[in-house]
Protein backbone atom coordinates (compact mmCIF):
# COMPACT_ATOMS: atom_id res chain seq x y z
CA UNK A 1 0.00 0.00 0.00
CA UNK A 2 1.47 3.33 -0.79
CA UNK A 3 1.38 5.61 2.21
CA UNK A 4 2.86 9.08 3.19
CA UNK A 5 3.76 10.42 6.58
CA UNK A 6 3.81 13.69 7.44
CA UNK A 7 5.76 14.74 10.86
CA UNK A 8 4.78 16.90 12.81
CA UNK A 9 1.02 17.15 12.51
CA UNK A 10 0.90 20.60 14.31
CA UNK A 11 3.69 23.02 15.05
CA UNK A 12 3.85 26.37 16.22
CA UNK A 13 6.30 28.83 16.06
CA UNK A 14 7.25 32.16 16.87
CA UNK A 15 7.44 34.83 14.41
CA UNK A 16 10.99 34.64 12.40
CA UNK A 17 12.03 31.17 12.82
CA UNK A 18 12.96 28.88 10.31
CA UNK A 19 11.67 25.66 10.56
CA UNK A 20 11.43 22.47 8.36
CA UNK A 21 8.00 20.09 7.90
CA UNK A 22 8.73 16.34 6.76
CA UNK A 23 7.61 14.16 4.41
CA UNK A 24 7.98 10.61 3.60
CA UNK A 25 6.98 8.17 1.00
CA UNK A 26 6.84 4.33 0.51
CA UNK A 27 6.58 4.14 -3.04
CA UNK A 28 10.03 4.36 -4.97
CA UNK A 29 7.98 4.32 -8.51
CA UNK A 30 7.51 8.15 -8.05
CA UNK A 31 7.52 10.94 -10.75
CA UNK A 32 7.65 13.64 -8.51
CA UNK A 33 6.70 15.39 -4.91
CA UNK A 34 4.02 18.24 -4.86
CA UNK A 35 3.82 20.62 -1.93
CA UNK A 36 0.52 22.08 -1.06
CA UNK A 37 -0.69 25.28 0.92
CA UNK A 38 -4.45 24.42 2.54
CA UNK A 39 -5.93 27.34 4.71
CA UNK A 40 -8.66 26.61 6.87
CA UNK A 41 -12.08 25.57 4.59
CA UNK A 42 -10.09 26.11 0.94
CA UNK A 43 -8.76 24.60 -1.29
CA UNK A 44 -4.89 23.66 -2.30
CA UNK A 45 -2.65 26.09 -3.67
CA UNK A 46 0.68 24.41 -5.25
CA UNK A 47 4.06 25.84 -3.42
CA UNK A 48 6.47 23.65 -5.00
CA UNK A 49 6.85 20.62 -7.39
CA UNK A 50 9.77 18.43 -7.45
CA UNK A 51 10.25 16.16 -10.34
CA UNK A 52 12.27 12.57 -9.47
CA UNK A 53 14.92 13.56 -11.01
CA UNK A 54 15.69 16.85 -9.34
CA UNK A 55 16.93 17.20 -5.61
CA UNK A 56 15.26 20.74 -4.80
CA UNK A 57 13.04 23.13 -5.82
CA UNK A 58 13.35 27.19 -4.26
CA UNK A 59 10.16 29.99 -4.12
CA UNK A 60 10.57 32.62 -2.21
CA UNK A 61 11.41 31.63 1.14
CA UNK A 62 10.20 28.08 1.14
CA UNK A 63 12.79 25.51 -0.41
CA UNK A 64 11.88 21.86 -0.90
CA UNK A 65 14.32 18.85 -0.89
CA UNK A 66 13.18 15.55 -2.18
CA UNK A 67 15.52 12.12 -2.19
CA UNK A 68 14.28 9.60 -3.38
CA UNK A 69 16.17 7.05 -2.33
CA UNK A 70 15.60 7.58 1.32
CA UNK A 71 11.52 8.14 0.51
CA UNK A 72 12.16 11.97 1.98
CA UNK A 73 11.13 15.18 1.25
CA UNK A 74 10.82 18.42 3.45
CA UNK A 75 9.84 21.61 3.14
CA UNK A 76 12.30 24.35 4.76
CA UNK A 77 10.25 27.76 5.68
CA UNK A 78 12.41 30.41 5.97
CA UNK A 79 11.78 33.61 8.45
CA UNK A 80 8.14 32.52 8.69
CA UNK A 81 5.48 35.20 9.55
CA UNK A 82 1.90 34.74 11.02
CA UNK A 83 0.49 34.53 7.30
CA UNK A 84 2.07 31.18 6.93
CA UNK A 85 -0.25 29.62 9.21
CA UNK A 86 -1.45 27.00 7.14
CA UNK A 87 -1.99 23.52 6.96
CA UNK A 88 0.57 22.06 4.81
CA UNK A 89 0.35 18.95 2.79
CA UNK A 90 2.56 16.52 0.55
CA UNK A 91 1.66 14.32 -2.21
CA UNK A 92 3.57 11.92 -5.01
CA UNK A 93 2.71 11.82 -7.94
CA UNK A 94 2.72 7.74 -8.50
CA UNK A 95 4.58 6.39 -11.59
CA UNK A 96 2.02 3.24 -11.32
CA UNK A 97 -1.47 4.67 -10.77
CA UNK A 98 -1.07 8.59 -12.53
CA UNK A 99 -2.43 9.53 -9.20
CA UNK A 100 -1.17 11.92 -6.23
CA UNK A 101 -1.07 10.39 -2.42
CA UNK A 102 -1.37 12.52 -0.04
CA UNK A 103 -0.39 12.78 3.69
CA UNK A 104 -2.43 13.95 6.35
CA UNK A 105 -0.66 17.36 6.63
CA UNK A 106 1.56 19.64 9.13
CA UNK A 107 -0.64 22.36 10.26
CA UNK A 108 1.26 25.19 11.09
CA UNK A 109 0.90 28.15 13.32
CA UNK A 110 3.38 31.05 13.36
CA UNK A 111 2.90 33.70 16.09
CA UNK A 112 3.54 37.36 15.93
CA UNK B 1 -1.18 26.25 -14.83
CA UNK B 2 -4.86 26.33 -15.17
CA UNK B 3 -7.85 28.05 -13.64
CA UNK B 4 -10.64 26.49 -12.24
CA UNK B 5 -13.67 27.73 -11.10
CA UNK B 6 -15.55 25.45 -8.61
CA UNK B 7 -19.21 26.09 -7.80
CA UNK B 8 -20.94 26.53 -4.99
CA UNK B 9 -18.35 27.39 -2.44
CA UNK B 10 -20.28 26.63 0.36
CA UNK B 11 -24.07 25.00 1.08
CA UNK B 12 -26.15 23.93 3.68
CA UNK B 13 -28.48 21.14 1.78
CA UNK B 14 -30.59 18.69 4.30
CA UNK B 15 -30.03 15.04 4.79
CA UNK B 16 -31.80 13.14 1.81
CA UNK B 17 -30.97 15.72 -0.73
CA UNK B 18 -29.04 15.75 -3.31
CA UNK B 19 -25.94 19.03 -4.04
CA UNK B 20 -24.28 19.20 -7.98
CA UNK B 21 -20.83 20.40 -7.64
CA UNK B 22 -19.50 21.99 -10.71
CA UNK B 23 -15.92 22.50 -12.22
CA UNK B 24 -15.09 24.59 -14.86
CA UNK B 25 -11.25 25.02 -16.20
CA UNK B 26 -10.20 28.01 -18.64
CA UNK B 27 -8.44 25.88 -20.75
CA UNK B 28 -8.64 21.81 -21.84
CA UNK B 29 -7.31 19.40 -19.39
CA UNK B 30 -6.44 15.66 -19.94
CA UNK B 31 -6.66 14.91 -16.29
CA UNK B 32 -9.80 15.64 -13.94
CA UNK B 33 -9.97 14.44 -10.36
CA UNK B 34 -12.86 14.63 -7.42
CA UNK B 35 -11.57 14.55 -4.00
CA UNK B 36 -13.32 14.32 -0.54
CA UNK B 37 -11.72 16.42 2.64
CA UNK B 38 -13.56 15.03 5.88
CA UNK B 39 -13.56 17.59 8.80
CA UNK B 40 -9.80 17.06 9.99
CA UNK B 41 -8.83 14.48 7.19
CA UNK B 42 -6.63 14.90 4.33
CA UNK B 43 -7.55 14.73 0.84
CA UNK B 44 -9.30 11.17 -0.28
CA UNK B 45 -9.78 10.49 -4.44
CA UNK B 46 -12.81 9.56 -5.52
CA UNK B 47 -13.26 9.25 -8.95
CA UNK B 48 -11.19 10.52 -11.79
CA UNK B 49 -13.62 11.96 -14.45
CA UNK B 50 -12.87 10.73 -17.75
CA UNK B 51 -14.20 12.58 -21.19
CA UNK B 52 -17.28 10.98 -22.78
CA UNK B 53 -17.18 8.14 -20.54
CA UNK B 54 -18.29 7.28 -17.11
CA UNK B 55 -15.79 7.90 -14.31
CA UNK B 56 -13.10 5.94 -12.81
CA UNK B 57 -13.79 5.39 -8.83
CA UNK B 58 -12.23 4.00 -6.01
CA UNK B 59 -12.54 1.67 -3.52
CA UNK B 60 -15.12 2.60 -1.10
CA UNK B 61 -17.32 5.05 -3.62
CA UNK B 62 -20.28 4.21 -5.90
CA UNK B 63 -21.64 6.04 -8.85
CA UNK B 64 -24.84 5.85 -7.68
CA UNK B 65 -23.68 8.04 -4.66
CA UNK B 66 -21.28 10.22 -6.59
CA UNK B 67 -22.75 10.51 -9.75
CA UNK B 68 -19.88 12.56 -12.00
CA UNK B 69 -20.37 14.15 -15.81
CA UNK B 70 -17.51 15.10 -18.15
CA UNK B 71 -18.96 16.14 -21.43
CA UNK B 72 -16.05 18.26 -22.46
CA UNK B 73 -11.86 18.73 -21.68
CA UNK B 74 -13.03 21.88 -19.75
CA UNK B 75 -16.11 20.91 -17.17
CA UNK B 76 -17.11 18.84 -14.76
CA UNK B 77 -19.64 18.12 -12.44
CA UNK B 78 -20.20 15.63 -8.95
CA UNK B 79 -23.28 14.87 -7.32
CA UNK B 80 -24.01 14.26 -3.87
CA UNK B 81 -26.63 11.92 -3.56
CA UNK B 82 -28.92 11.32 -0.87
CA UNK B 83 -26.86 13.35 1.51
CA UNK B 84 -26.57 12.53 5.02
CA UNK B 85 -24.56 14.39 8.01
CA UNK B 86 -21.21 12.03 7.15
CA UNK B 87 -21.79 13.79 3.76
CA UNK B 88 -20.29 17.00 5.29
CA UNK B 89 -17.15 17.62 4.04
CA UNK B 90 -15.19 19.85 1.53
CA UNK B 91 -15.30 18.64 -2.33
CA UNK B 92 -12.83 19.87 -4.37
CA UNK B 93 -11.73 19.13 -8.19
CA UNK B 94 -8.54 18.42 -9.86
CA UNK B 95 -6.97 19.03 -12.88
CA UNK B 96 -3.40 18.45 -14.82
CA UNK B 97 -2.22 16.97 -18.31
CA UNK B 98 -0.83 14.25 -16.68
CA UNK B 99 1.20 13.73 -13.13
CA UNK B 100 4.38 14.76 -14.22
CA UNK B 101 3.21 17.99 -14.42
CA UNK B 102 1.44 18.46 -11.21
CA UNK B 103 -1.90 18.97 -10.61
CA UNK B 104 -3.99 21.98 -9.84
CA UNK B 105 -6.81 22.61 -7.27
CA UNK B 106 -9.92 24.03 -7.47
CA UNK B 107 -11.09 26.20 -4.26
CA UNK B 108 -13.18 23.28 -3.22
CA UNK B 109 -17.01 23.48 -1.97
CA UNK B 110 -17.95 23.09 1.90
CA UNK B 111 -20.70 21.59 2.01
CA UNK B 112 -22.53 20.97 5.34
CA UNK B 113 -25.99 18.48 5.57
CA UNK B 114 -28.11 19.14 8.60
Known amino acids: KQEVTQIPAALSVPEGENLVLNCSFTDSAIYNLQWFRQDPGKGLTSLLL?????REQTSGRLNASLDKSSGRSTLYIAASQPGDSATYLCAFGSGNTGKLIFGQGTTLQVKP | SAVISQKPSRDICQRGTSLTIQCQVD?????MFWYRQQPGQSLTLIATANQGSEATYESGFVIDKFPISRPNLTFSTLTVSNMSPEDSSIYLCSVGKEVIYGYTFGSGTRLTVV
Open chain 1, 50 to 54: IQSSQ
Open chain 2, 27 to 31: SQVTM
